[in-house]
């Protein structure tokens, strides 16, 4: 039987849309069941507690619960394998950071490539450093801290989280553009902190959230923090680039996906996270964290990524950093 010209016309034309309408009925569609939120850095930290304020949000708005999963270990590596190998339909997401594009610098392989392999959703906020002294050292500034350091080449101990974490290569820039010869100490995640009360190191490039407490307490100076801008946080401590020009360093944090999920689905997820970060509840809880919001599409983060990433690929090099 031969099929008039107008249905064999519709029938082509119903072939072509079925790929396309098939994303878009997908994301409708989504979440179907519980969705997975992977952090790599440890119960109870500043990634911890964004994932649970995070979930929390879309699982309100989405119907279904956001789980989150703490996979903590090899600066984030851990966590990140393991949605790299999930399946592609946004069930399982990563609490991205920037350890994971440190790692990537350090460990990339055809098995494991942070930028290639992961989706990016949506920036969510980042945090500064502060270069955090103990209060025997007599520098108020940056500037008198930087001639005190001058007049005591490798005599300053410098604590770090541990090789190759973001507070090491925070403090070596620091050490590239001042001139100042400082002792690298790694330890281990915030274990920094007894020394550093105790003296036995004198500065430290820590996480605002977790030295904030201390700042407050007047168990630790704050000379400066280092973002491009002052803190919300602590407003009335200057920033290192108002001493030293261009200097800027802050940890970041957002949300990806396995490599290949649906465009849709990565669109709804940044439009509802987006909408988290406008929400004034949500504002005013990372507020208290100290963050700067980074609202924005899938392609705004996936360039903060590449900038970070080539930014310290050239301090990791010059520095000859090595990972623990």
Known sequence: ?????????????????????????????YPSRPVHLIEGFGAGGTPDILARLLSQWLAERLGQPFVVENRSGATGRIAAEAVMRAAPDGHTLLLAATGNALDAIFRSSPNHDFSRDIA???????????????????AKTIPEFVAWAKSRPGKINMASAGSGTGSHIAGELFKMMTGVDMVHVPYRGTQVYPDLLGGQVQVFFGPLPSSIGYIKAGKLRALAVTTATRSAALPDIPTVGESVPAYEASIWFGVGAPRATPVAIVERLNKEINTALADPTMKAKLAEQGGELLPGSPADFAKLIAEETEKWGKVIQAANIRPD
Not at 120 to 138: F, L, T
């Open 1 to 29: 039987m031969k099929l008039p010209r107008r249905r064999i016309l519709f029938a082509a034309g119903g072939a072509v849309a079925l790929p396309t309408l098939l994303p878009i009925a997908e994301a409708q569609t």
């Open 120 to 138: 990016p959703v949506a920036g969510i906020y980042r945090v500064p450093y502060v270069m955090d002294i103990h209060p025997s050292v007599p």
